[in-house]
Nanobody
Framework: EVQLVESGGALVQTGGSLRLSCAASGFTFDNYIIAWFRQAPGKEREGVSLIIPRDGITNYSDSVKGRFTISSDNAENAVYLQMNSLKPEDTAVYYC?????????????????????WGRGTQVTVSS
């Protein structure tokens, strides 16, 4: 059974940093893509970042590019999101998502409907 468990969310001040973790079980990274999404109250779920662990390929939304860094520890089946220079607009519940790597998921990784496996999320709050 595929399971994803996020951790690391917290309350932080503007300009601060956080590192989110996603612990994965029930599958190996070899054929999967892993993405971070976020959802703020009243807003749609937004794709934040993608990693293809086997190849080390990453991608980011324009809103976080240059501030967030995604990485993976393939031996530990874990994915991380290092978030720096946090802004109040980064406040959201952050979710880890995973699914088999396909050309469509690689191209449209930011579309939440393409993923079948989700964690329960971790809250990130950035105070101004």
């Amino acid at each position: 059974e595929v399971q994803l468990v996020e951790s690391g969310g917290a309350l932080v001040q503007t300009g601060g940093s956080l590192r989110l973790s996603c612990a994965a079980s029930g599958f190996t990274f070899d054929n999967y893509i892993i993405a971070w999404f976020r959802q703020a109250p009243g807003k749609e779920r937004e794709g934040v970042s993608l990693i293809i662990p086997r190849d080390g390929i990453t991608n980011y939304s324009d809103s976080v590019k240059g501030r967030f860094t995604i990485s993976s520890d393939n031996a530990e089946n874990a994915v991380y999101l290092q978030m720096n220079s946090l802004k109040p607009e980064d406040t959201a519940v952050y979710y880890c998502a995973a699914d088999l790597r396909t050309p469509i998921r690689g191209t449209y990784w930011y579309r939440s409907g393409l993923y079948n496996y989700w964690g329960r999320g971790t809250q990130v709050t950035v105070s101004s």
